[in-house]
């Protein structure tokens, strides 16, 4: 193939990713979207294979099967619920491959000649590092939402003190490397990888389950920006532009999710949320004074209500609740209740976590509203039917300055005629803040299993 | 060669802002992973990086054992955020006939 015609097919599959992401902006379109972003992949490596031919192919081969197999049989087997552990797998895959080319290609290079052009110094140790902070980071927010490990924020005695110092020692070697243009002793590029893993992986280790759609999305985005590096070391165009892509798309979402939680990013990656406010509301002690229902009693209100907005949150997903729920909407749109439902935007642990577990039920996306339109509807609705959602629901947010979480926004569901919590226990929220919610006179508490609280509501109110 | 390679990184990052600030919250979930898919670009570097190992005259077996690694990572990269990504938007489909 001509370099000119390998130009006009990388810039034709640039092109198709960038209108594949502008298709995805409404849901009609997306699917066709996410296929143009498909076909656009499909010529890129198409090109360079037939770039590359007949070099080191079986590598390649063997490469592209093991990885296409382990890809899809995963992608299918997944469960909707588990797509935030998921995602970050694929990202750590990633980070992962972008660090190994860099590692290649500077073994190719010591090979050949000493020193290294100084783009390609540059731009190699850097991708190395981001893809293996991206790498082991992805790999412990895996483990964390997968629940091997506690999903706790994990803290130790001078715990910012020792991720200092690894990240300082991660700075001196990149300099290091660039200095002398790639020419540093044996030990040096295995010990940047190496205080590289160590850090992705201290990084994420005291960062709280609650904070995980801040970390995925950041996550995504470091990943996005090691490929981008691996573009310029490779002067390969297309890199640069998928990884720029991703990079900007992963730093919207890690802004918004920050915003939806009114803390600066700072804070979420080294405050440790969570950590310690489980002693403080022990201290503050005493039971709450809640009321407590039972299912008939719900299954009657929502059965006369004419207005019913669900607020979903982890612990619908964490029960696998969402086809109970949708049963439940069906069940009272037969009765003539309009039935909406209210998706804050860290509900969950990833941007829009929510919205796929209802899509999965078959729950119209045109029933899902946002922060700003439930709010708006709070104050006309009969019944706020909180499920499994805890924090992004706390009054307190508007009103207790001295709360953890004030000036979060939240899901006004306390303005709603009537509230009912379904909830497992009376213990507090992931970011063990207390709920005055549940104190308020208009509200009341279901306990229970979130799954089977809503099966028995399907069948109460089939009764009616 | 630099300032050309940067330029191209500029106005990627610019229309990345623009194209995916439009993206509603619902699809936020897909539009993650589609972009992980996107990412997965990498899996041509790592092709690339193949290219010129077996190019060079001698290399270690390890190399070529990390290298075959990068391909596989960038192949479950590309394959799995594709495949995961288009089984969600399925979901997403407006449903012509109510499937009772």
Same mark, same amino acid.
Do not use: W
């Given at each position: 193939m001509s370099s000119t015609l390998t130009t006009l097919l990388d810039l034709l599959a640039i092109a198709l990713f960038i209108l594949g992401l502008h298709f995805l902006n409404a849901p009609s379109t997306s699917r066709f979207g996410n296929r143009l972003a498909m076909v656009g992949m499909l010529i890129a490596l198409v090109v360079v294979l037939v770039g590359t031919l007949n070099v080191g192919w079986w590598v390649v081969v063997v490469g592209i099967v093991l990885g296409a197999l382990i890809g899809i049989v995963a992608a299918v087997r997944v469960k909707m619920t588990a797509m935030p552990q998921m995602v970050a797998l694929y990202n750590g895959a990633g980070g992962g491959a972008a660090a190994l080319v860099s590692t290649v290609e500077l073994a190719v290079s010591h090979t050949h000649h000493g020193e290294l052009d100084p783009l390609v110094a540059v731009s190699l140790v850097l991708s190395a590092t981001i893809g293996a902070i991206s790498f082991a980071g992805s790999i412990i927010a895996f483990l964390k939402l997968q629940e091997v490990m506690s999903g706790r924020p994990m803290t130790y005695a001078g715990q910012q003190v020792v991720n200092a110092i690894v990240a300082l020692a991660i700075v001196g070697l990149v300099v290091v490397f660039i200095w002398h243009l790639g020419v540093v002793p044996a030990w040096a590029y295995p010990g940047l990888v190496v205080g590289a893993l160590l850090f992705g992986v201290l990084f994420v280790l005291p960062i709280g389950g609650a904070d995980m759609p801040v970390v995925i999305s950041l996550l995504n985005s470091a990943t996005g920006v090691a490929v981008a590096i691996t573009g310029f070391e490779l002067s390969n165009e297309l890199l640069i532009t998928g990884g720029a892509l991703v990079g900007a798309s992963g730093t919207i979402l890690t802004v918004a999710m920050s915003k939806a939680m009114n803390r600066p990013l700072t804070n979420v990656l080294f +405050? #440790?949320?969570g950590a310690h406010a489980g002693q403080e509301v022990a201290a503050a002690g005493g039971p709450q004074n809640v009321r407590s229902v039972s299912v008939d009693d719900v299954a009657a209100m929502l059965a006369y209500a004419s207005k019913v907005m669900v607020v979903p949150g982890y612990g619908m997903a964490v029960a696998q609740a969402q086809h109970s729920v949708k049963a439940l909407a069906d069940q009272l749109e037969k009765r003539g209740v309009k039935v909406l439902y209210a998706i804050h935007? !860290?509900? +969950?642990?990833?941007? +829009?976590h929510m919205n796929v577990l209802l899509a999965e039920a078959?729950?119209? *996306?045109?029933a899902l509203l946002d922060l700003d339109a439930a709010n708006a509807e709070f104050p006309t609705t009969d019944v706020a039917l909180v499920i499994g959602a805890n924090d992004v629901t706390n009054p307190a947010a508007r009103n !207790?300055? &001295? &709360?953890?979480? *004030?000036g979060m926004p939240i899901l006004? !569901?306390?303005? #709603?005629?009537n509230v009912v919590v379904l909830k497992r226990s009376m213990r507090s929220g992931f970011a063990g803040i207390e709920n005055p919610l549940y104190e308020l006179p208009n509200c009341s508490m279901l306990f229970g299993d979130a799954k089977a609280s809503v099966d028995a509501l399907v069948a109460a109110v089939k009764e009616l | 060669m630099i300032l050309h390679l940067l330029t191209v990184f500029v106005l990627a990052i610019f229309v990345g802002f623009e194209v995916i600030s439009k993206v509603p919250t619902t699809l936020h979930t897909p539009l993650m992973s589609a972009t992980n898919a996107i990412h997965g670009v990498v899996l041509v570097g790592a092709i690339v990086a193949v290219a010129a190992l077996f190019g060079a005259h001698a290399h270690a077996p390890v190399v070529t054992v990390l290298a075959l690694v990068a391909v596989t990572f960038g192949a479950i990269n590309v394959f799995g955020g594709f495949a995961v990504t288009e089984r969600m938007l399925q979901m997403f489909r407006r449903r012509e006939s109510p499937n009772k």
């Open positions: +405050g #440790a949320f935007p !860290v509900a +969950g642990r990833m941007p +829009g078959n729950v119209p *996306y045109e !207790v300055k &001295s &709360s953890p979480i *004030y006004d !569901v306390d303005k #709603a005629t | -």
